[in-house]
């Protein structure tokens, strides 16, 4: 391959390019003015998205990332910059989102010296990311980038971070592009071991009571056809944790429903009651199964993961199947005996009657009194698109969309589950909106939750993506309230909120809205928020002591459930 | 689940920050480090990390998963005592007076097979390896003559199997590595 002789900067876009980037988010600053110089050049093939603080930039490419399945990119200037994309990195961490965050950093003979705007961002990264390194020579740029996007593609995706100085922006080098196939420390897929499948195919072949657990690494590992078929064959029902929803979109039969603290009671009661427990591309979060101690102590378990460090975490199984789900269910799936549990899986009614009408038709169509949060997202659901998008903030209204919005299309859900960052909606559903702009991005957010990134309002004025905001306002700091009603004698300390009016600063940035407080206005709203062309802000003043049931409260197990009926 | 003694050994890339890399695994999990040894391995351009720390078996496996997740790490692995044989080196520094006026101590160096590296004047510094325990008694022993200085390094270790499990390591990742550029070929 022949070289040619280019900045540093430069080499970073064309290196981009290479990777088939097409979009950035970013804020300028002086350690990286020389890459957003270069990237002036490259304004036609490469879209800047100047978000309002760099948090917004993070989580708007964690919601593109999560909709195209594509690392999101994001540059930042060195020092406050690299300081205030710490949250997103932490955040996609958790939820196994990939990233490439670009920070500039000061010039190499600064380095070490508290000059202006110095931190040591690979030291703080490093906790939060799956791979963290400085660049110090433009000469390294190329293969840095290659290596990076490796990473955070390959295995079970995440954030990685390059931190780039100054000088290695400005110096010049001769630029060829090699992209990473390999890393020798670095083993993404781990080889299907034929034995861990021929002793998972036994365990299911000889379950009377199978209840598989689906989470996210269905969708990563894009495995969700071999699922279903996989479910289908052996006949076993299944629940999915937060993030794992989409992964079973658009009601199939066997698909059960959440679980976890706020899950639905039929997947909570049967994990307890199943014989064989197989978890796909889960981790066994502590909001998924309380107490450990008594947590599927009757079950064999089998656990299907990417991540050897994820087997055994928390859970002590009885097979590990690892390898990416996409090459291990259908392995395992030919190894299958074609089973009916019927009468297994009709018990899973029983639960679901009860959830119904204890919670869920009082929560969904409410005769009388305010209007109610799942009365909301149940009228968008049925009012969206197929295509929807459904993006959330933290607390209730995440709890509440997930429970009752209907994903119906594949890498439907932008939701912080691991690290439940509020402020993470509004710009992770902008992200989700620039990353597929022909799908409908409804954003559930709280009004506490909201005011975090509100800035974000900004992103949407100057490019337009549609989101369909929904404040469902409650006057409070919900999920922390609801906790303080049952385990903190009502003393409502801090969660008392005062709000602006959002209509109205939704206005100031150009965005149509308007606020609904009467049950009666609600439909209509919700129309002219769809009818409306590109985003709207609805306001809806919900129940203000509204509560998300069933739970289970924190390292408690499902015999502590409230209904709150 | 009983707590004892454990020797893991890592295998990394020889890329700086992978010290603070490691050590942030055990800080999380709020585990003491009772050594660390640092150096190049047998193989060139791999680095080596002997650390040995206290703990349960339960949550040693899981910190070595952890720690071989990370990317510039090849290969971590666990052992117990009787799996390995490791030795420390000690340095004891006494005042010449005490070793001239003091018979006892030479006979000392015999039993504990310690040697003198250097004497002047002023100080005599003595060596010895060995385990942590038979280091620490020698300075005990040492210090009823008043030792100046004393200094223990860190663990190092080979293993008692005849696998070479890293060698093996590497030559899987090396099939693999050929076969990764045969796939990108096509
Ligand atoms: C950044 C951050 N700070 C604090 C919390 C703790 N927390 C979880 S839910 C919640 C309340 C959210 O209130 P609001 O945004 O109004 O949403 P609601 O629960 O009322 O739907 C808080 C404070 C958090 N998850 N993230």
């Given at each position: 391959?022949?070289s040619?002789?280019?900045?540093?900067?430069?080499?970073?876009?064309?290196?981009?390019?290479?990777?088939?980037?097409?979009?950035?988010?970013?804020?300028?600053?002086?350690?990286?003015?020389?890459?957003?110089?270069?990237?002036?050049?490259?304004?036609?093939?490469?879209?800047?998205?100047?978000?309002?603080?760099?948090?917004?930039?993070?989580?708007?490419?964690?919601?593109?990332?999560?909709v195209?399945?594509?690392?999101?990119?994001?540059?930042?200037?060195?020092?406050?910059?690299?300081?205030?994309?710490?949250?997103?990195?932490?955040?996609?961490?958790?939820?196994?989102?990939?990233l490439?965050?670009?920070?500039?950093?000061?010039?190499?003979?600064?380095?070490?010296?508290?000059?202006?705007?110095?931190?040591?961002?690979?030291?703080?990264?490093?906790?939060?990311?799956?791979?963290?390194?400085?660049?110090?020579?433009?000469?390294?740029?190329?293969?840095?980038?290659?290596?990076?996007?490796?990473?955070?593609?390959?295995?079970?995706?995440?954030?990685?971070?390059?931190?780039?100085?100054?000088?290695?922006?400005?110096?010049?080098?001769?630029?060829?592009?090699?992209?990473?196939?390999?890393?020798?420390?670095?083993?993404?897929?781990?080889?299907?071991?034929?034995?861990?499948?021929?002793?998972?195919?036994?365990?299911?072949?000889?379950?009377?009571?199978?209840?598989?657990?689906?989470?996210?690494?269905?969708?990563?590992?894009?495995?969700?056809?071999?699922?279903?078929?996989?479910?289908?064959?052996?006949?076993?029902?299944?629940?999915?944790?937060l993030?794992?929803?989409?992964?079973?979109?658009?009601?199939?039969?066997?698909?059960?429903?959440?679980?976890?603290?706020?899950?639905?009671?039929?997947?909570n009661?049967?994990?307890?009651?199943?014989?064989?427990?197989?978890?796909?591309?889960?981790?066994?979060?502590?909001?998924?199964?309380?107490?450990?101690?008594?947590?599927?102590?009757?079950?064999?378990?089998?656990?299907?993961?990417?991540d050897?460090?994820?087997?055994?975490?928390?859970?002590?199984?009885?097979?590990?199947?690892?390898?990416?789900?996409?090459?291990?269910?259908?392995?395992?799936?030919?190894l299958?005996?074609?089973?009916?549990?019927?009468?297994?899986?009709?018990?899973?009614?029983?639960?679901?009657?009860?959830?119904?009408?204890?919670?869920?038709?009082?929560?969904?169509?409410?005769?009388?009194?305010?209007?109610?949060?799942?009365?909301?997202?149940?009228?968008?659901?049925?009012?969206?698109?197929?295509?929807?998008?459904?993006?959330?903030?933290?607390?209730?209204?995440?709890?509440?969309?997930?429970?009752?919005?209907?994903?119906?299309?594949?890498?439907?859900?932008?939701?912080?589950?691991?690290?439940?960052?509020?402020?993470?909606?509004l710009?992770?559903?902008?992200?989700?909106?620039?990353?597929?702009?022909?799908?409908?991005?409804?954003?559930?957010?709280?009004?506490?939750?909201?005011?975090?990134?509100?800035?974000?309002?900004?992103?949407?004025?100057?490019?337009?993506?549609?989101?369909?905001?929904?404040?469902?306002?409650?006057?409070?700091?919900?999920?922390?309230?609801?906790?303080?009603?049952?385990?903190?004698?009502?003393?409502?300390?801090?969660?008392?909120?005062?709000?602006?009016?959002?209509?109205?600063?939704?206005?100031?940035?150009?965005?149509?809205?308007?606020?609904?407080?009467?049950?009666?206005?609600?439909?209509?709203a919700?129309?002219?928020?769809?009818?409306?062309?590109?985003?709207?802000?609805?306001?809806?003043?919900?129940e203000?002591?509204?509560?998300v049931?069933?739970?289970?409260?924190?390292?408690?197990?499902?015999?502590n459930?409230?209904?709150?009926? | 689940?009983?707590?004892?003694?454990?020797?893991?050994?890592?295998?990394?890339?020889?890329?700086?920050?992978?010290?603070?890399?490691?050590?942030?695994?055990?800080?999380?999990?709020?585990?003491?480090?009772?050594?660390?040894?640092?150096?190049?391995?047998?193989?060139?351009?791999?680095?080596?990390?002997?650390?040995?720390?206290?703990?349960?078996?339960?949550?040693?496996?899981?910190?070595?998963?952890?720690?071989?997740?990370?990317?510039?790490?090849?290969?971590?692995?666990?052992?117990?005592?009787?799996?390995?044989?490791?030795?420390?080196?000690?340095?004891?520094k006494?005042?010449?007076?005490?070793?001239?006026?003091?018979?006892?101590?030479?006979?000392?160096?015999?039993?504990?097979?310690?040697?003198?590296?250097?004497?002047?004047?002023?100080?005599?510094?003595?060596?010895?390896?060995?385990?942590?325990?038979?280091?620490q008694?020698?300075?005990?022993?040492?210090?009823?003559?008043?030792?100046?200085q004393?200094v223990?390094s860190?663990?190092?270790?080979?293993?008692?199997?005849?696998?070479?499990r890293?060698?093996?390591?590497?030559?899987?990742?090396?099939?693999?590595?050929?076969?990764?550029?045969?796939?990108?070929?096509?």
């Amino acid at each position: 391959m022949e070289s040619i002789r280019i900045k540093g900067a430069e080499a970073l876009l064309r290196a981009l390019l290479e990777e088939k980037v097409d979009t950035v988010f970013g804020y300028p600053g002086g350690s990286i003015i020389t890459v957003f110089d270069a990237l002036y050049s490259f304004r036609d093939s490469i879209r800047q998205i100047l978000t309002r603080h760099e948090q917004g930039a993070v989580h708007a490419a964690q919601g593109f990332a999560r909709v195209t399945g594509e690392p999101g990119v994001v540059f930042v200037t060195s020092g406050p910059g690299a300081t205030n994309v710490i949250t997103g990195l932490a955040d996609a961490m958790l939820d196994s989102t990939p990233l490439v965050v670009i920070a500039g950093q000061v010039s190499s003979p600064l380095l070490g010296s508290d000059a202006f705007q110095e931190t040591d961002v690979v030291g703080i990264s490093l906790p939060v990311s799956k791979w963290s390194y400085q660049v110090r020579t433009a000469a390294e740029i190329p293969w840095a980038v290659a290596r990076a996007f490796y990473i955070a593609r390959e295995g079970r995706p995440g954030p990685v971070v390059l931190d780039i100085t100054k000088d290695a922006q400005n110096e010049m080098t001769d630029y060829v592009y090699e992209k990473c196939q390999f890393i020798r420390s670095y083993q993404p897929n781990p080889d299907l071991d034929q034995t861990a499948v021929e002793e998972a195919a036994a365990l299911i072949n000889g379950a009377k009571r199978p209840f598989a657990l689906v989470g996210q690494g269905v969708i990563l590992g894009e495995a969700e056809e071999a699922l279903k078929a996989f479910l289908t064959k052996a006949d076993i029902p299944a629940g999915a944790t937060l993030l794992g929803l989409p992964a079973v979109a658009g009601g199939f039969p066997l698909m059960k429903g959440m679980l976890g603290m706020h899950g639905n009671v039929g997947p909570n009661r049967k994990t307890a009651e199943c014989d064989v427990l197989i978890a796909i591309g889960m981790r066994f979060d502590d909001r998924v199964t309380g107490d450990l101690k008594t947590y599927a102590k009757q079950a064999k378990i089998i656990h299907f993961d990417i991540d050897p460090a994820e087997i055994e975490k928390n859970v002590k199984v009885d097979v590990a199947v690892l390898a990416n789900v996409k090459e291990s269910l259908p392995a395992v799936t030919a190894l299958l005996k074609e089973a009916s549990h019927k009468d297994w899986v009709d018990s899973f009614k029983e639960h679901e009657d009860e959830e119904w009408q204890r919670v869920i038709e009082p929560e969904i169509h409410p005769t009388a009194g305010p209007i109610t949060m799942g009365e909301v997202i149940n009228m968008v659901s049925e009012k969206a698109a197929a295509n929807a998008v459904l993006a959330t903030d933290v607390g209730q209204n995440q709890m509440m969309a997930c429970r009752y919005f209907k994903l119906q299309s594949n890498r439907s859900l932008v939701t912080s589950g691991g690290l439940g960052t509020m402020g993470f909606g509004l710009p992770a559903a902008i992200g989700a909106a620039i990353g597929a702009p022909e799908r409908e991005v409804c954003l559930f957010t709280g009004d506490g939750g909201i005011q975090m990134t509100i800035q974000e309002l900004g992103t949407i004025m100057e490019y337009k993506p549609a989101v369909k905001i929904i404040i469902l306002n409650n006057k409070f700091l919900g999920m922390v309230r609801q906790w303080q009603e049952l385990f903190f004698r009502e003393r409502y300390s801090s969660t008392i909120l005062q709000n602006p009016d959002f209509p109205m600063i939704a206005a100031a940035y150009g965005i149509p809205g308007r606020k609904v407080v009467k049950r009666e206005g609600l439909a209509e709203a919700i129309d002219e928020l769809f009818a409306t062309k590109g985003s709207f802000l609805l306001e809806v003043e919900v129940e203000e002591n509204g509560m998300v049931y069933p739970m289970i409260p924190a390292g408690t197990n499902v015999d502590n459930l409230i209904f709150g009926d | 689940m009983e707590k004892i003694v454990y020797t893991i050994t890592v295998y990394t890339e020889n890329m700086v920050g992978l010290l603070n890399q490691i050590a942030i695994i055990f800080t999380r999990r709020h585990l003491n480090i009772e050594s660390l040894t640092v150096s190049k391995s047998s193989l060139p351009g791999i680095h080596k990390f002997t650390i040995t720390v206290e703990s349960t078996e339960d949550l040693i496996i899981k910190v070595v998963r952890q720690i071989e997740k990370r990317i510039d790490v090849l290969k971590a692995f666990h052992y117990t005592d009787d799996e390995i044989i490791f030795d420390e080196v000690a340095l004891y520094k006494i005042p010449t007076d005490s070793l001239l006026d003091n018979p006892e101590i030479e006979t000392l160096m015999r039993t504990y097979n310690a040697r003198i590296v250097e004497v002047n004047r002023n100080f005599a510094a003595i060596e010895m390896s060995g385990s942590a325990d038979v280091i620490q008694s020698l300075f005990d022993e040492l210090n009823k003559f008043k030792v100046l200085q004393f200094v223990r390094s860190g663990r190092v270790a080979i293993t008692r199997s005849t696998q070479e499990r890293l060698s093996n390591f590497l030559a899987e990742m090396e099939e693999k590595r050929i076969k990764a550029m045969k796939a990108c070929e096509k």
